[in-house]
T-cell receptor
Framework: QKEVEQNSGPLSVPEGAIASLNCTYS??????FFWYRQYSGKSPELIMF????GDKEDGRFTAQLNKASQYVSLLIRDSQPSDSATYLC??????????FGTGTSLTVIP | GAVVSQHPSRVICKSGTSVKIECRSL??????MFWYRQFPKKSLMLMAT?????????EQGVEKDKFLINHASLTLSTLTVTSAHPEDSSFYIC????????????FGPGTRLTVL
């Protein structure tokens, strides 16, 4: 069973702070890692993907991957109330399927 | 990013009727499309994976005869909920992937089905 684990939260941070979202996965053969954001009642939208160990930055978002520890994280700098959503971690390997975590609910408090 | 559309966005039907949901990739060819359902405040649940021109692969516990999936072209997949019942009421979301197995999945906006 290939698993992707996320803390369901809720995670609350004050506006302007850094939000840190974590994800672990069980399949060492995983090759691609994705973060999606899902607002209530809407479908997921892609924020970032990362393939290589290390950090990848895109605006206020930074994805961090550590394959040895089977760990991927998403940092949101200068958090805004509009960042309040559920964040889904997804992992893909050589097979045909993505494996999604159950999501972490983030609330940014004004 | 790539655009995936779904139609209809919302449908209400009577128990016993069948409902068809379309999923289209608008600006890329989707070799693989996925169908998910999601209950309120719950995580995505993969129902099936479909590759263009071949039969869909259903997840354990998903009835093939109830949820008919057709992936007739590289830009269109359809999900038909046959003889819908109130317990089928849910948010159905499709996603599409262009090529390599590790390529990004892009999600459609979802279809909210309510069965009376």
């Amino acid at each position: 069973q290939k698993e992707v684990e996320q803390n369901s939260g809720p995670l609350s941070v004050p506006e302007g702070a850094i939000a840190s979202l974590n994800c672990t996965y069980s399949d060492r053969g995983s090759q691609s890692f994705f973060w999606y954001r899902q607002y209530s009642g809407k479908s997921p939208e892609l924020i970032m993907f990362i393939y290589s160990n290390g950090d990848k930055e895109d605006g206020r978002f930074t994805a961090q991957l550590n394959k040895a520890s089977q760990y991927v994280s998403l940092l949101i700098r200068d958090s805004q109330p509009s960042d309040s959503a559920t964040y889904l971690c997804a992992v893909a390997g050589l097979g045909n399927q993505f494996y999604f975590g159950t999501g972490t609910s983030l609330t940014v408090i004004p | 990013g790539a655009v995936v559309s779904q139609h209809p966005s919302r449908v209400i039907c009577k128990s016993g009727t069948s409902v068809k949901i379309e999923c289209r990739s608008l600006d890329f060819q989707a070799t693989t499309m996925f169908w998910y359902r999601q209950f309120p405040k719950k995580s995505l649940m993969l129902m099936a994976t479909s590759n263009e021109g071949s039969k869909a692969t259903y997840e354990q516990g998903v009835e093939k005869d109830k949820f008919l999936i057709n992936h007739a072209s590289l830009t269109l997949s359809t999900l038909t909920v046959t003889s819908a019942h109130p317990e089928d009421s849910s948010f159905y979301i499709c996603s599409a992937r262009s090529g390599a197995s590790t390529d990004t999945q892009y999600f459609g906006p979802g279809t909210r089905l309510t069965v009376l």
